[in-house]
């Protein structure tokens, strides 16, 4: 049971630290600019899919932008960016699995799809942005 609690631990402070919690704050940010882009994108007559895809590589520059500066305190680079956005390969397949079967199979509206794509994939993309793209391998309990 002791192993159970430490690994229930670590699992909790990992995903319930103030980096997490920033993590989340611009993630909501960015789930609005993704939603508001594909939105403007669509008005514009761009298809629904692919309006999400653009709307969401916008708001993804954005999002890096952000954890870089007020999250992680990383100072820009294109490599960083690089390894960001790599990050989020598998948040985007996620998405689009999610926004695919939502709007085009189930016919929920388009907000509401992309809204649960973005709050299925947040915390696998953390994971991946903390380890890789930003480089923090080792979890500390206070404060990360």
């Given at each position: 049971?002791?192993?159970?609690?430490?690994?229930?631990?670590?699992?909790?402070?990992?995903?319930?630290?103030?980096?997490?919690?920033?993590?989340?704050?611009?993630?909501?940010?960015?789930?609005?600019?993704?939603?508001?882009?594909?939105?403007?994108?669509?008005?514009?007559?761009?298809?629904?899919?692919?309006?999400?895809?653009?709307?969401?590589?916008?708001?993804?520059?954005?999002?890096?932008?952000?954890?870089?500066?007020?999250?992680?305190?990383?100072?820009?680079?294109?490599?960083?960016?690089?390894?960001?956005?790599?990050?989020?390969?598998?948040?985007?397949i996620i998405q689009n699995i999610v926004t695919f079967i939502f709007f085009n199979i189930i016919n929920v509206h388009h907000?509401?799809?992309?809204?649960?794509?973005?709050?299925?994939g947040t915390p696998v993309t953390f994971l991946f942005l903390k380890v890789f793209a930003f480089g923090e391998k080792k979890?500390?309990?206070?404060?990360?």
């Amino acid at each position: 049971m002791t192993k159970f609690n430490e690994n229930f631990k670590k699992v909790f402070f990992f995903f319930f630290s103030k980096r997490f919690l920033i993590y989340t704050l611009i993630g909501s940010f960015n789930t609005f600019n993704c939603v508001v882009f594909s939105t403007l994108l669509e008005l514009a007559r761009v298809q629904e899919n692919l309006a999400f895809a653009i709307g969401y590589m916008i708001s993804l520059t954005i999002s890096y932008i952000c954890n870089s500066l007020f999250n992680f305190k990383r100072k820009l680079s294109f490599l960083r960016y690089s390894k960001f956005c790599i990050s989020y390969i598998p948040n985007f397949i996620i998405q689009n699995i999610v926004t695919f079967i939502f709007f085009n199979i189930i016919n929920v509206h388009h907000v509401i799809a992309y809204i649960v794509a973005a709050l299925l994939g947040t915390p696998v993309t953390f994971l991946f942005l903390k380890v890789f793209a930003f480089g923090e391998k080792k979890s500390r309990h206070n404060n990360t």
